[in-house]
């Protein structure tokens, strides 16, 4: 009789998605930038041995796949969001994440609108749909995140006057 998948099992299977199937990266590369002996991290990537937490951040930082961060945030009112990179500025930063959010916006209505043109939604529709969704508000959180960047110096000094209209960007 076969046991059901833990969750680590889970997570392993996702890491092996990411790096076996898709090829994002190569095992024997990730397990090098991890610090690991490639023996220790293929255990871990098959499921036989569960990874760590501190194993699990480091992955994230060498293999930044929000898939990652969705499976450990599952079932709860979390949602992962990426911050800016180092290198970019607030304003670009904000930029790219308008963008995204108005594509995502689009497609959600594009994938809205030909479910009632349809008259239904299908499964792999509706699947679609929610990762719109998702992505959507993966950009409007990096938009929140940029915008005390975009904010004028007064702002962010904390000048804004007791009873002015404008409101101070936290």
């Given at each position: 009789m076969r046991k059901a998948?833990?969750?680590g099992d889970e997570f392993a299977t996702l890491v092996r998605q990411i790096l076996v199937i898709e090829k994002r990266r190569s095992i024997?590369?990730?397990?090098?930038?991890?610090?690991?002996?490639?023996?220790?991290?293929?255990?871990?990537?098959?499921g036989r041995v569960s990874f760590k937490a501190g194993e699990i951040n480091q992955l994230i930082r060498e293999v930044p796949d929000?898939?990652?961060?969705?499976?450990?945030?599952?079932?709860?009112p979390y949602l992962a969001v990426p911050g800016l990179r180092p290198t970019e500025a607030s304003n670009e930063g904000a930029l790219?994440?308008?963008?995204?959010?108005?594509?995502e916006?689009?497609?959600?209505?594009e994938q809205i609108s030909d479910s009632l043109v349809e008259?239904?939604?299908?499964?792999?529709g509706y699947e679609?749909?929610?990762?719109?969704?998702?992505?959507?508000?993966?950009?409007?959180?990096?938009l929140r995140a940029a915008l005390p960047g975009l904010a004028p110096r007064k702002f962010r000094l904390g000048e804004v006057r007791a009873g002015s209209s404008a409101m101070a960007v936290q």
């Open positions: 998948p833990s969750h024997r590369d990730v397990a090098a930038s991890l610090g690991m002996e490639y023996a220790n991290f293929h255990a871990r990537v098959c929000p898939r990652l961060c969705d499976f450990l945030l599952r079932d709860t790219r994440a308008a963008i995204r959010l108005a594509g916006s689009l497609a959600t209505i008259g239904q939604l299908e499964p792999a679609q749909l929610v990762e719109h969704v998702r992505e959507a508000e993966r950009a409007v959180g990096t």
